[in-house]
């Protein structure tokens, strides 16, 4: 199993940057997935960017391409997002998932573990 855990949300404006951080502990993290989705109110939770197992592939939503970036670091169990150049349609609440064995689906449902998400506000 992996225990996920989100820091690094804030408010912040418009054309800043924040740096999101997920903690996991467990056994099989250097051996799953991670992603990152977001949900905004009223929206249904949404993929934002994910990273293979030992980080040789990245793939991200057309919506966030060029301005957020995802990266982990194995030996510290942890994985991050970058997010530059903010923009208030990027409020939500950020979620870090885990898919143990790979990437199988960009769609919520087929990721295994799941934090408890950190809000993100961007003003105008």
């Known amino acids: 199993q992996v225990q996920l855990v989100e820091s690094g949300g804030g408010l912040v404006q418009a054309g800043g940057s924040l740096r999101l951080s997920c903690a996991a502990s467990g056994r099989t993290f250097s051996s799953s997935a991670m992603g990152w989705f977001r949900q905004a109110p009223g929206k249904e939770r949404e993929f934002v960017a994910s990273i293979s197992v030992y980080g040789s592939s990245t793939a991200y939503a057309d919506s966030v391409k060029g301005r957020f970036t995802i990266s982990r670091d194995n030996a510290k169990n942890t994985c991050y997002l970058q997010m530059n150049s903010l923009k208030p349609e990027d409020t939500a609440v950020y979620y870090c998932?885990?898919?143990?064995?790979?990437?199988?689906?960009?769609?919520?449902?087929?990721?295994?573990?799941w934090g408890q998400g950190t809000q993100v506000t961007v003003s105008s």
């Open positions: 998932a885990a898919s143990p064995g790979g990437v199988r689906t960009y769609a919520p449902r087929g990721w295994n573990y």
